[in-house]
């Protein structure tokens, strides 16, 4: 399996309440994803790094913010979490694009 | 905008009979993927595909991209109830920066 943590695995927070979201990579590839899964939606691209300090938006960006100060590590941070953040999380990494991306455990945020 | 589409969303079979699950996608494109997921768990790449009449074999299911029809194709062989799981396709736009797309999912159940 490709190194990939996240954590925490399970997190309950309130409307309005800031929270960030971690993935760690054992693997030093360069591309790092997140994504949110609801049903119906499949996958959708929130942010993501194409190296240190080098990141873009996906689909569904608003609401979301992104840091990755070192290559092992990508941040997804919920500035004022609201109910429809309410899903499950999962960072992905690839060594490059046209290869196959590996994901991590995932994370369930319920946004209360 | 890039749309990924997959049919059927939910598929229901008996052990030992064959059945395709269908991916259309609206651009130019001769990357996609298929993963695997679990319920409740992450998802697990399956076939990569990476030019037009690629074709991969794992076991009892197998991959084909034709490119110039915007459609690949997941075919189960005399199924298994190990296959029951959700099945993603996506799609890499280069257009949109190589970044994939998914469809929304085919639930796939087993029933022997």
């Known amino acids: 399996d490709a190194g990939i943590t996240q954590s925490p695995r399970h997190k309950v927070t309130e409307t309005g309440t800031p929270v960030t979201l971690r993935c760690h990579q054992t693997?030093?590839?360069?591309?790092m994803y997140w994504y949110r899964q609801d049903p119906g939606h499949g996958l959708r691209l929130i942010h993501y790094?194409?190296?240190?300090?080098?990141?873009d938006k996906g689909e569904v960006s608003d609401g979301y913010s992104v840091s990755r100060s070192k290559t092992e590590d990508f941040l997804l941070t919920l500035e004022s979490a609201t109910s429809s953040q309410t899903s499950v999380y999962f960072c992905?990494?690839?060594?490059?694009?046209?290869?196959?991306?590996?994901f991590g455990p995932g994370t369930r945020l319920t946004v209360l | 905008e890039l749309k990924v589409e997959q049919n059927p969303l939910f598929l229901s079979m008996q052990e030992g009979k064959n059945y395709t699950i269908y991916c259309n996608y609206s651009t130019t494109s001769d990357r996609l993927y298929w993963y695997r997921q679990d319920p409740g768990k992450s998802l697990e790449s399956l076939f990569v595909?990476?030019?037009?009449?690629a074709v991969k074999q794992e076991g009892r299911l197998m991959a084909s991209l034709d490119t110039k029809a915007r459609l690949s194709t997941l075919h189960i062989t005399a199924a298994v109830h190990d296959l029951s799981a959700t099945y993603f396709c996506a799609v890499e736009g280069w257009e949109y920066g190589n970044k994939l797309v998914f469809g929304a999912g085919t639930i796939l159940r087993v029933k022997s």
């Open positions: 595909l990476l030019s037009n009449g």
């Open positions: 790094s194409y190296g240190v300090k080098d990141t």
């Open positions: 693997e030093n590839h360069r591309y």
């Open positions: 992905a990494i690839s060594p490059g694009t046209s290869y196959e991306q590996f």
